[in-house]
């Protein structure tokens, strides 16, 4: 498992990622991002809790607003198969449907 907490961890290569697609000028690969973090944490910390989970999707929502406020570019679509990698929506779920509870992850 990581040494730091996973708040902090998604934050850091959320930021890694960026940084990466800023420098190829591919405005597409913002959206493939939260789907590759995902990755990452589920590797990195493979037994979170529900809640963490949640956390970490809540993080992704809210980069995804910010992303959309700074750049004008709408990269919503890239949640629902990182929500899918962390196990929160399973493949046929309508928008807005989770399998556990995001209110509590705050």
Do not use: C, W
Not at 5 to 22: I, R, W
Not at 23 to 50: C, F, M, W
């Amino acid at each position: 498992m990581a040494n730091q907490p996973v708040g902090s961890f998604v934050s850091a290569k959320l930021v890694e990622l960026k940084s990466e697609v800023a420098q190829t000028h591919n405005a597409g690969g913002y959206v493939s991002i939260y789907a590759r973090v995902a990755r990452l944490v589920k590797d990195e910390y493979p037994d979170l809790t529900d809640q963490q989970t949640a956390m970490v999707y809540r993080i992704f929502e809210r980069d995804a607003e910010l992303t959309k406020e700074s750049t004008h570019q709408d990269v919503h679509g890239g949640l629902g198969s990182a929500g899918r990698i962390l196990g929160l929506r399973s493949p046929d779920a309508k928008p807005g449907e989770y399998q556990v509870d995001l209110g509590k992850a705050m």
